[in-house]
């Protein structure tokens, strides 16, 4: 059974996320450093066919050692960038995580910044000591949200994602649901859309991805909660007792905001 974590947003509301353990971890880490390990293995082929041999280049020509240099650089880079830029440009994601089907967000349900994308990998260093992810293991085993330092320092937390193989079938109920409300386009007023903060748009975001994944009970209970707060600033809280409303206002309106508060 997936441990669950309650994530209460800058906007006081409470979103359920299954945190990821040790194992689904560890089986993306492995699956991500495969593909870096065939990135670092290709380049390192590359550099030594660019040599005439070893020991020319040792004993011989001393000043080709630039290229040695120039791959040992490139290895480096690839290793440390690999998790900070995927994490941070692909929604917390690596390829690894993507296969797994977990991903890394903020402590509070927001998406990672680039500052706690860099701290978290940043750490990895130290993590990793004395080898073969020591720290870091250890750390994930006990924590009671399976945090490793990086994780701590940048308040960070790896949940579970949707499952790519049930967006179908969860897509298909949540149309069901909404069928009827699909059809009615909401109007809003452009004045009152600019007013909304990145924290309004974030809520409505958060909203929207994980609806699909609730049960219903709790749909209809978040739905409120969210309509509560985003409807009366956009002048719509006349529809707050109809939740079939509510839901399909608030999904107009992340599709409406997503083009300008996306990044």
Request: net charge positive.
């Amino acid at each position: 059974m997936l441990e669950q974590s309650q994530i209460k947003t800058p906007e006081y509301v409470s979103i359920n996320f299954s945190i990821a353990g040790i194992g689904s971890r560890a089986a993306a880490f492995l699956i991500d450093s495969l593909i870096i390990g065939v990135f670092n293995f290709v380049i390192f082929i590359l550099a030594l066919f660019s040599l005439d041999s070893i020991i020319y280049l040792l004993f011989y020509n001393p000043d080709s050692l630039w290229i040695l240099a120039w791959a040992v650089l490139l290895i480096f880079v690839i290793n440390w960038s690999y998790f900070f830029l995927f994490e941070y440009f692909y929604n917390g994601k690596t390829i690894g995580k993507r296969l797994i089907g977990i991903r890394v967000i903020q402590d509070n349900g927001h998406r990672l910044t680039l500052l706690s994308s860099f701290i978290r990998n940043f750490l990895r260093v130290i993590d990793d000591l004395p080898g073969g992810y020591f720290i870091g293991i250890i750390m994930i085993f006990f924590h009671n949200k399976h945090k490793r330092l990086g994780d701590l320092m940048a308040g960070t937390i790896v949940v579970h994602d949707k499952a790519p193989n049930k967006k179908k079938k969860r897509s298909k109920s949540v149309s069901s649901d909404k069928q009827n409300s699909q059809q009615h386009v909401i109007a809003f007023d452009s004045v009152l859309i600019n007013q909304l903060t990145e924290h309004d748009y974030q809520l409505v975001k958060t909203y929207c991805q994980r609806y699909p994944d609730l049960p219903k009970h709790e749909k209809a209970s978040l739905t409120r909660q969210v309509g509560e707060i985003i409807l009366p600033k956009v002048h719509l809280d006349q529809h707050l007792n109809n939740l079939t409303e509510v839901d399909n206002i608030l999904h107009q309106l992340y599709s409406r905001l997503k083009d300008e508060w996306s990044y």
